[in-house]
């Protein structure tokens, strides 16, 4: 996993992505915001949902209260 | 597709979709759509802290800043594990103090490997040959080329090929012989006599209907 670690704890990349949802809500533009590669950011965001922490509604992404509380 | 003792065995076609993928890779489990939008360059190579594709890593992390002026994105791929991956390119940084910025595909099944025909059991049955597929935008594969094992790339010519796909994608021209930026394109031949007799009157500079080129 690329952004939940094995011990549950989040890599600085999930952090960032984290942290520019609070501003953005597709691949597109968080990709800018948390200085990653669009690619990195579309799989990111699969994990991340995955693992609760970002809910997806028809593409837009926002924070979920376990991702929130990560920051 | 056919199966061998080494994998399925076959080629994609060019200007078709390029084969669907899910990988573990250096960079996290990437899927071939999640490079949409911009080109990518996928190349393999036989395996991980071998020299010749020590030598061709280098010189990829080179010319990578070029290829992301050109909107192209980079993936590498070997039958390797992915904590080989890590111990290999981290063993570059530590020994040459460059960092691949790059990820790489951890194929150890096979799978991509298979689909994209990078196996050559006449040349080994265990490694990828050193092949480069262009893929689209759109992930039409665009153009592919195959090295044996004992040629390392030339950068300078993967350079040329994606300046010449974009041009020909934004253009709709074709490039002549060892056409670099700035050399003048070919227009595309007509496929009609009044076509013909229209082209040389066109302005451009000919060597007869056929063979007609212009500057961009």
Known sequence: MACVNPDGTVTPSAIAILTALRSADTAELIAPLADLPLFRVRSALRELVAAGLVAVDDGHHHLTDAGLARL | MIETEAGPVGLPRLNEPAPQFEAVTTHGTLKLSDFEGRWLILFSHPADFTPVCTTEFLAFTEIFPDLQKRGTDLLGLSID??????????????????????????????DVAGKYGMLMPGESK?????????????GILRAMIYYPLSLGRNMQEILRVIDALQTATA???ATPANWVPGDKVIVPAPNTQEGAEERMKAGYECTDWYLCKKDL
């Open chain 2, 81 to 110: 594990s992915v904590f080989s991956h890590i111990a290999w390119v981290r063993n570059i940084e530590e020994k040459t103090g460059i960092k691949i910025p790059f990820p790489v595909i951890a194929d150890l099944n096979k």
């Open chain 2, 171 to 173: 253009n709709g021209v």
């Open chain 2, 126 to 138: 265990t490694e990828t040959s050193r092949c480069v597929f262009f893929i689209d935008p759109k």
